[in-house]
């Protein structure tokens, strides 16, 4: 728990003692771990290459499919692990991060059980609420189980496997730009156009299938380099620009300027270092010296437009904002947006669109009213504090630091993209989002623990890295 501070130290050692007691009659024998949760994590980020490319059936809510990815099974065996490697152990912490995501659930959770009775759902549409809420939770578990089984040593060989999974994505998507346009309708060639999967023709898709959240998922790793570049810290510039040629592809508005805004928070961090400027400076004479094609390439798909997808997203936060007002506290119910939306609204669930409207943190209050947006920018500002520590913290790493400032730039790159698109409740961009913020836990507490064997103290106090 390193939120802890001060006389909240005894707190943490009561709470950890009370779960070696509580979990003490269910624990495995230790023997039973052979392979580490660190290492099926690992596997779990490795995985994140097959994304949409490994659907398998679920159930289908009429006009969505509701599939379970590869993605959620490797997630879940990861979490599994971790909770029986803890159990073995007979302590699992709970930090106050995780507190408060947890109490957004639990808000969540009540404000869909409530729209039972507030807005007439079915239990077939409550069900529907409430398995995709477990699979938030499921994600969310991501980082509750990393806050217990990844230490400062395990860092360095996460983040390593996160960077190299999304270089192969974007690397395979540089070339399917080029020989497999039309990606999605080529693998589910009987999926429903503009209802499954909009036709994106020669535009970066990768194994993602649609180019916005594959812009967000480059976007933030790309980050992350950016950030370790600024401080010092060894990254080939091959990698950087593999990942920026790609999100380039993409043509997705929203993730450039949820880039700028990133690089922004990393500007505003660290200045403006010579090292970023020289990335940034080879980045230009790329995109200079092919602008004329990109800028056909751009408007052959309408992106200096202000109609199509633009008009659509301004009615949906226009909708959004209609609802968030007419339910101001609680919301309409964690994912019931597309039935109440339909029910009440006369929006026609056609896709898997029309079960949530683009707007990020706006979709979050009109889902769970203003108790839930409270506790989600909470455990932001949460993360942020803890990674504000680790970056003025000089006897962390270069490479550590550039983490801690990477996840910050990505959590507020993600939230302006999510204005645009709803990349904040997809599970690949949040898998991404919990890894970084459990690589900062490890970090601030690696940090810490320093502290406690003799070493200088730590600028900000270590035991208040959050």
Same mark, same amino acid.
């Given at each position: 728990?390193?939120?802890?501070?001060?006389?909240?130290?005894?707190?943490?050692?009561?709470?950890?003692?009370?779960?070696?007691?509580?979990?003490?009659?269910?624990?495995?024998?230790?023997?039973?771990?052979?392979?580490?949760?660190?290492?099926?994590?690992?596997?779990?980020?490795?995985?994140?290459?097959?994304?949409?490319?490994?659907?398998?059936?679920?159930?289908?809510?009429?006009?969505?499919?509701?599939?379970?990815?590869?993605?959620?099974?490797?997630?879940?065996?990861?979490?599994?692990?971790?909770?029986?490697?803890?159990?073995?152990?007979?302590?699992?912490?709970?930090?106050?991060?995780?507190?408060?995501?947890?109490?957004?659930?639990?808000?969540?959770?009540?404000?869909?059980?409530?729209?039972?009775?507030?807005?007439?759902? +079915?239990?077939?549409? #409550?069900?529907? *609420?409430? /398995?995709?809420?477990?699979?938030? @939770?499921?994600?969310? !578990? %991501?980082? $509750?189980?990393?806050?217990?089984?990844?230490?400062?040593?395990?860092?360095?060989?996460?983040?390593?496997?996160?960077?190299?999974?999304?270089?192969?994505?974007?690397?395979?998507?540089?070339?399917?730009?080029?020989?497999?346009?039309?990606?999605?309708?080529?693998?589910?060639?009987?999926?429903?156009?503009?209802?499954?999967?909009?036709?994106?023709?020669?535009?970066?898709?990768?194994?993602?299938?649609?180019?916005?959240?594959?812009?967000?998922?480059?976007?933030?790793?790309?980050?992350?380099?950016?950030?370790?570049?600024?401080?010092?810290?060894?990254?080939?510039?091959?990698?950087?620009?593999?990942?920026? +040629?790609?999100?380039? #592809?993409?043509? *997705?508005? /929203?993730?450039?300027?949820?880039? @700028?805004?990133?690089? !922004? %928070?990393? $500007?505003?961090?660290?200045?403006?270092?010579?090292?970023?400027?020289?990335?940034?400076?080879?980045?230009?004479?790329?995109?200079?010296?092919?602008?004329?094609?990109?800028?056909?390439?751009?408007?052959?798909?309408?992106?200096?437009?202000?109609?199509?997808?633009?008009?659509?997203?301004?009615?949906?936060?226009?909708?959004?904002?209609?609802?968030?007002?007419?339910?101001?506290?609680?919301?309409?119910?964690?994912?019931?947006?597309?039935?109440?939306?339909?029910?009440?609204?006369?929006?026609?669930?056609?896709?898997?669109?029309?079960?949530?409207?683009?707007?990020?943190?706006?979709?979050?209050?009109?889902? +769970?009213?203003?108790?839930g947006l409270v506790a989600l920018?909470?455990?932001?500002?949460? @993360?942020?504090?803890?990674?504000?520590?680790?970056?003025?913290?000089?006897?962390?790493?270069?490479?550590?630091?550039?983490?801690?400032?990477?996840?910050v730039a990505s959590i507020v790159?993600?939230?302006?993209?999510?204005?645009?698109?709803?990349?904040?409740?997809?599970?690949?961009?949040?898998?991404?989002?919990?890894?970084?913020?459990?690589?900062?836990?490890?970090?601030?507490?690696?940090?810490?623990?320093?502290?406690?064997?003799?070493?200088?103290?730590?600028?900000?106090?270590?035991?208040?890295?959050?």
């Open positions: 728990m390193i939120e802890a501070t001060g006389g909240m130290e005894s707190s943490r050692s009561a709470l950890v003692d009370a779960g070696r007691t509580v979990l003490a009659p269910l624990a495995p024998p230790r023997r039973l771990f052979a392979v580490r949760p660190v290492d099926i994590l690992r596997g779990a980020i490795g995985l994140l290459v097959v994304a949409n490319l490994g659907r398998l059936p679920a159930f289908s809510t009429g006009g969505r499919e509701a599939p379970i990815l590869v993605n959620d099974l490797a997630v879940g065996t990861f979490v599994v692990a971790g909770v029986l490697a803890s159990l073995s152990r007979r302590s699992f912490e709970l930090d106050l991060v995780g507190l408060v995501a947890l109490a957004f659930a639990a808000i969540g959770a009540g404000s869909a059980l409530t729209a039972t009775v507030r807005f007439g759902l +079915t239990p077939f549409e #409550l069900f529907v *609420s409430l /398995s995709y809420l477990a699979r938030w @939770v499921l994600y969310l !578990g %991501v980082y $509750l189980v990393m806050v217990n089984v990844v230490s400062s040593r395990d860092v360095s060989r996460v983040w390593r496997a996160l960077e190299s999974t999304m270089l192969a994505i974007a690397a395979f998507g540089i070339v399917q730009v080029v020989v497999l346009p039309g990606f999605a309708q080529r693998v589910y060639p009987d999926s429903r156009l503009y209802l499954d999967w909009d036709p994106q023709g020669h535009r970066l898709v990768s194994t993602i299938l649609e180019p916005n959240i594959a812009g967000a998922m480059l976007m933030s790793v790309l980050l992350v380099e950016l950030s370790q570049i600024s401080v010092g810290a060894r990254v080939p510039r091959w990698k950087p620009l593999v990942l920026f +040629t790609a999100l380039v #592809l993409t043509l *997705s508005r /929203s993730a450039a300027l949820g880039l @700028v805004f990133g690089v !922004g %928070v990393i $500007l505003a961090v660290y200045g403006i270092p010579k090292r970023l400027l020289r990335v940034a400076g080879v980045a230009i004479v790329l995109a200079l010296a092919t602008l004329p094609k990109l800028i056909a390439f751009a408007a052959a798909y309408g992106k200096f437009s202000l109609s199509g997808s633009a008009t659509g997203r301004i009615a949906a936060w226009t909708m959004g904002i209609r609802v968030f007002l007419d339910h101001p506290w609680f919301g309409v119910g964690f994912n019931t947006y597309g039935f109440v939306a339909e029910r009440f609204y006369g929006i026609l669930r056609m896709g898997a669109a029309n079960y949530s409207t683009d707007g990020g943190l706006l979709f979050a209050a009109a889902m +769970t009213g203003v108790a920018l909470w455990m932001f500002r949460l @993360v942020v504090r803890r990674c504000a520590w680790i970056w003025r913290t000089k006897t962390v790493t270069a490479e550590h630091r550039g983490i801690a400032i990477g996840a790159a993600v939230c302006v993209h999510s204005v645009f698109v709803n990349s904040l409740f997809t599970t690949f961009v949040m898998q991404i989002m919990w890894v970084l913020v459990g690589l900062t836990f490890a970090i601030a507490r690696g940090a810490s623990d320093l502290r406690s064997l003799g070493t200088p103290s730590l600028p900000g106090g270590a035991a208040n890295p959050a």
